[in-house]
């Protein structure tokens, strides 16, 4: 058990619906980081939290945004949801903003009908 | 930042055979992360190299940082069926952001 929580654990939806996917860092940890990753292919990193700012952003849709809120929880919201979105979205947490050593929370499966 | 090129993709050995995966960088890494995938599971952090040579072991798991701290390997000695799953490396860029491999699957042949 790594410390972070995600809800919910899987998720099923239609196209075009929004869903919220939540996310609890490790206690003490201030950087929050969310992740897809499609069947069997690898990580892609989506976006990065550090004490409530946005820090940094990778392959993030338009149609994606997330917050992290001021007790550190975090939030990725998914609008106008296409087949091609169902994956596993992670969320990962580390003490700071830097390379540090990543914890990951067991992941939300979205599967988009 | 640079990506990092891991390889191979998947790898099939059986019960008992070593495992090994790589990972290039074209540019100097300041440091690389390896984490471990079970299937159904999520990326679990195994180790940190930091240093141009470290040679670190866990069990029969042995991590290599290159001299030029441009490769890294994770070699697995005589694999069990609790070795199954994916291996990433990660490494830090500039913007101390994890840049991740692809990952290399070692699937047990039955």
């Known amino acids: 058990d790594s410390g972070v929580t995600q809800t919910p654990k899987h998720l099923i939806t239609a196209t075009g619906q929004r869903v919220t996917l939540r996310c609890s860092p490790r206690?003490?940890?201030?950087?929050v980081y969310w992740y897809q990753q499609s069947l069997d292919q690898g990580l892609q990193f989506l976006i990065q939290?550090?004490?409530?700012?946005?820090?940094a952003k990778g392959n993030i849709l338009e149609r994606f945004s997330a917050q992290q809120f001021p007790d550190l929880h975090s939030e990725l919201n998914l609008s106008s949801l296409e087949l091609g979105d169902s994956a596993l979205y992670f969320c990962?947490?580390?003490?700071?903003?830097?390379?540090?050593?990543?914890?990951f929370g067991p992941g939300t499966r979205l599967t988009v009908l | 930042g640079q990506q990092v090129m891991q390889i191979p993709q998947y790898q099939h050995v059986q019960e008992g055979e070593d495992f090994t995966t790589y990972c290039n960088s074209s540019?100097?890494?300041?440091?690389i992360q390896w984490y471990k995938q079970r299937p159904g599971g999520h990326p679990v952090f195994l180790i940190q190299l930091v240093k141009s040579g470290e040679v670190k072991k866990q069990k029969r798991l042995t991590f290599q940082f290159g001299e030029a701290k441009k490769n890294s390997s994770l070699h697995i000695t005589a694999t069990q069926t609790t070795d199954v799953g994916t291996y990433f490396c990660a490494r830090g860029d500039s913007n101390y952001q994890l840049i991740w491999g692809a990952g290399t699957k070692l699937i047990i042949k039955p």
């Open positions: 206690s003490g940890d201030l950087s």
């Open positions: 540019t100097t890494l300041s440091n």
């Open positions: 990962a947490s580390s003490v700071d903003w830097s390379t540090d050593t990543q914890y």
């Open positions: 939290y550090y004490n409530g700012e946005e820090r």
